[in-house]
Nanobody
Framework: QVQLVEAGGGLVQAGGSLRLSCAAS????????MGWFRQAPGKERELVAA????????YYADSVKGRFPISRVNAKNTVYLQMNSLKPEDTAVYYC??????????????????WGQGTQVTVSS
């Protein structure tokens, strides 16, 4: 069974940085895509960034492009989201996701099968 465990959320001032991590277990993830969604109160869930374990197309939402690089360390089965130049509008619960079908997608559009429990990120102004 796939497990995704996020860590690294918290409270930070605008302009600051946080790094989220997602430790994945329960599968061999070489043919999976991994990503990060976020959901703010009263807003729709948004795919923030996505990456494949084996390389290839990386996706970023326009709202985070240039600020939130996504990376992975295959030997640790861990995906990271480095969040820089944080803004109050980045406040949300951030979820790590994994999906095997998305590995074959360049758009990363559509459902994701596996979700972590979420970690809160709060950016104060």
């Amino acid at each position: 069974q796939v497990q995704l465990v996020e860590a690294g959320g918290g409270l930070v001032q605008a302009g600051g940085s946080l790094r989220l991590s997602c430790a994945a277990s329960g599968r061999t993830f070489s043919s999976y895509a991994m990503g990060w969604f976020r959901q703010a109160p009263g807003k729709e869930r948004e795919l923030v960034a996505a990456i494949k374990w084996s390389g290839g197309t990386i996706y970023y939402a326009d709202s985070v492009k240039g600020r939130f690089p996504i990376s992975r360390v295959n030997a640790k089965n861990t995906v990271y989201l480095q969040m820089n130049s944080l803004k109050p509008e980045d406040t949300a619960v951030y979820y790590c996701v994994a999906d095997q079908r998305q590995y074959y997608s360049d758009s990363y559009y559509g459902p994701w099968d596996y979700w972590g429990q979420g970690t809160q990120v709060t950016v104060s102004s």
